[in-house]
């Protein structure tokens, strides 16, 4: 199994529809990001959480919300939906305790606003 | 602000050919830096990274990175390549140990037999 789903992985929405994307793991990390891919900007952080009482804003926090709901979950909203939030998305996760810095990712999800 | 240039948008390279991925970032502090590969309809996942001590990284699948601080510059090598390989490289830097990663606009790579 996964060690980071998201849920869906495809999804077509219509303008100002609100729509969540859920990320889950089972890898025990503390820390779990969002990220948006566009073709020739790569990865740009959008929010991430330190732990369930810590959510920070990223690069391109506008147009979207999120949610940890425990330290295994980290949901990503979009309150109305536009054309411009056409993107792939990827939860990542990571482990402050290892001093690793790795960030794993999730499949990825990829959402069409018409 | 931190920022992460990848110089070239595609790379098409035969198999068992050598391979070089140019990538440079602006820092006012110092950086941790990573690579990370993503083939199609999947994540992103490590090749290597650079936190400190040696300049030239070694990571996964025969990849190796090399840190040039004057230059600001952290390239991916590979010495012959497998169509396997095929894949989106993706360049990152972190001002604060890879708890907030910038990521340059990505490579493609497209080994052709």
């Known amino acids: 199994d996964a060690d980071v789903t998201q849920t869906p992985r495809n999804r077509i929405t219509k303008t100002g529809k609100r729509i969540m994307l859920e990320c889950s793991q089972t890898k025990g990390h503390d820390r779990m990001y969002w990220y948006r891919q566009d073709p020739g900007l790569g990865l740009r952080l959008i929010y991430y959480s330190f732990d369930v009482k810590d959510i920070n804003k990223g690069e391109i926090s506008d147009g979207y919300s999120v949610s940890r709901q425990a330290q295994a979950k980290f949901s990503l909203s979009l309150e109305s939906a536009i054309p411009n939030q056409t993107a792939l998305y990827f939860c990542a996760t990571s482990d402050s305790g290892t001093g690793a810095y790795e960030q794993y990712f999730g499949p990825g999800t990829r959402l069409t606003v018409t | 602000a931190q920022s992460v240039t990848q110089l070239d948008s595609q790379v098409p390279v035969f198999e068992e050919a050598p391979v070089e991925l140019r990538c440079n970032y602006s820092s006012s502090v110092s950086v941790y830096l990573f690579w990370y590969v993503q083939y199609p309809n999947q994540g992103l996942q490590l090749l290597l990274k650079?936190?400190?001590?040696?300049?030239l990284v070694k990571g996964i699948n025969g990849f190796e990175a090399e840190f040039n601080k004057s230059q600001t510059s952290f390239h991916l090598r590979k010495p012959s390549v497998h169509i396997s390989d095929t894949a989106e490289y993706f360049c990152?830097?972190?001002?604060?140990?890879?708890?907030?990663?910038?990521f340059g606009g990505g490579t493609r790579v497209l080994v052709k037999p």
């Open positions: 650079y936190l400190s001590g040696s300049t």
């Open positions: 990152a830097v972190s001002e604060d140990a890879g708890n907030k990663l910038t």
